[in-house]
């Protein structure tokens, strides 16, 4: 009687986990589909010569060696680095100044939070044109250039050629995805209680030292999971890359290029599907490096 009890109840419990699987499985098959096949198939082909038509062959390391060969790979990683350094400080003193002050009772701040909001909804495509336009040979920033500080025709900057692309993918950056970040800290700085600021007060403090006493450190939370979230999707930059400097035919020189366009090159031009599999192996190593030593040291800060 006992043993067909416990049948009966673990023919129960097996029921309730099936149920339970049935519900995860549409998405997990999916998340196996599309993205855990595709990144363990990435790696064993990066170890790999493939051009998607003839057998795989496998070379170990090559493909590796090789990149340390490859000067518009060097161009690609460099550029990369630099867009992040310079895009991940800026946006957030941007966000976290705009928060600041939309945050206060300010006239029309619905109006300015939706403003400082719209770059990052509106279509990346528009806005790239119409960025593209103001900042042409023959645009309106270079005729500011050139009619308000005298600056000679033959020396006004080309914005998207040369040195000057990194700076022109920075600004355009900042632009376009500060407003979303600037939500985020606005969460953040709500979750303030005002209680401290009016304690702050009767104290003496100015307003710099509420800032650093009370607003930074309880923003910190905030502020490192914005420096992990643009961290990583400034090594991911693509789209910005192709549509500000690519040309008609999507091509980059290497003052332009970034490392996932450089992947996309090699996959889907070159057809080296290996070789651009490897290269897409450093990213994920760097990306990966760069956020656990985000995550140290956050613990070791919080810990202090």
Not at 31 to 56: E, R
Not at 93 to 101: E, P
Not at 181 to 198: D, W
Not at 225 to 246: E, H, P, R, S, Y
């Amino acid at each position: 009687m006992d043993q067909a009890k416990g049948r009966k109840k673990l023919s129960k419990e097996t029921k309730r986990t099936l149920v339970a699987y049935s519900f995860i499985a549409p998405n997990f098959i999916g998340f196996a589909v599309f993205t855990l096949i595709p990144v363990v198939f990435a790696f064993i082909l990066a170890f790999t010569q493939w051009d998607g038509s003839n057998p795989i062959k496998w070379i170990g390391l090559g493909n590796f060696i090789e990149l340390f060969h490859d000067t518009f790979f060097k161009a690609a990683l460099k550029n990369t680095i630099i867009y992040c350094i310079g895009t991940v400080p800026l946006t957030m003193i941007a966000s976290l100044g705009l928060a600041i002050v939309l945050n206060q009772k300010v006239i029309c701040r619905g109006v300015f939070r939706t403003i400082s909001f719209f770059p990052y909804v509106a279509s990346l495509v528009a806005v790239t044109a119409v960025w593209k336009m103001l900042f042409s040979k023959t645009g309106p920033v270079n005729a500011i250039l050139y009619y308000v500080f005298h600056v000679p025709n033959n020396e006004l900057p080309q914005w998207f050629v040369g040195g000057l692309v990194m700076v022109s993918y920075i600004l355009f950056s900042v632009w376009k995805y500060m407003g979303y970040y600037m939500v985020i800290y606005l969460a953040g700085l709500q979750g303030i209680s005002g209680e401290m600021y009016e304690a702050a007060s009767l104290d003496g403090a100015n307003t710099w030292q509420k800032f650093r006493s009370i607003t930074w450190p309880q923003l910190r939370p905030t502020t490192f999971f914005v420096v992990v979230m643009l961290t990583i999707n400034c090594f991911k930059v693509f789209d910005i890359a192709t549509l500000l400097a690519g040309g008609d035919n999507n091509t980059l020189t290497p003052s332009s290029t970034v490392l996932v366009h450089y992947i996309y090159q090699q996959a889907f031009v070159n057809w080296e599907f290996g070789y651009s599999s490897a290269v897409a192996m450093v990213l994920f190593l760097l990306v990966l490096i760069v956020t656990l030593i985000q995550f140290r040291g956050e613990a070791k800060f919080s810990n202090s």
